[in-house]
């Protein structure tokens, strides 16, 4: 499986961006796609997931901002993100799992694929 993330650019502060990570191959509708992001010299953080059943979990610096959907039939997860803040700035990157188990989710431990990032730049 390969996931190709895209939809990242320069926001201003209360603005909106919908993110976008693309997978080709395996059987998409099975995984467990979920989006981690990454500041200059912080560690990366769990954004939001949502696994095949459809539930979705966000970090708790998200929540109620950011929106995690999926369109099996595009092989497509989307991340949209509203009301961004400075501190949302960071490289987002989505992972996938069809083994990820629900405890590992948040820790960014089990995922099998891992696309590149796409980065995300709020102006204040």
């Known amino acids: 499986v390969q996931l190709q993330a895209s939809g990242g650019g320069l926001v201003q502060a209360g603005g909106s961006l919908r993110l976008s990570c693309a997978a080709s191959?395996?059987?998409?509708?099975?995984?467990?796609v979920s989006w981690f992001r990454q500041a200059p010299g912080k560690e990366r953080e769990f954004v939001a997931a949502?696994?095949?059943?459809?539930?979705?979990y966000y970090g708790d610096s998200v929540k109620g901002r950011f929106t995690i959907s999926r369109d099996n039939a595009k092989n497509t997860v989307y991340l949209q993100i509203t009301s961004v803040k400075p501190e949302d700035t960071a490289v987002y990157s989505c992972?996938?799992?069809?083994?990820?188990?629900?405890?590992?989710?948040?820790?960014?431990?089990?995922?099998?694929?891992w696309g590149q990032g796409t980065q995300v730049t709020v102006s204040s």
């Open positions: 992972a996938a799992s069809s083994t990820v188990i629900l405890s590992n989710i948040r820790q960014g431990r089990g995922y099998n694929y």
């Open positions: 191959g395996g059987t998409f509708s099975r995984y467990t």
């Open positions: 949502i696994p095949n059943s459809g539930h979705t």
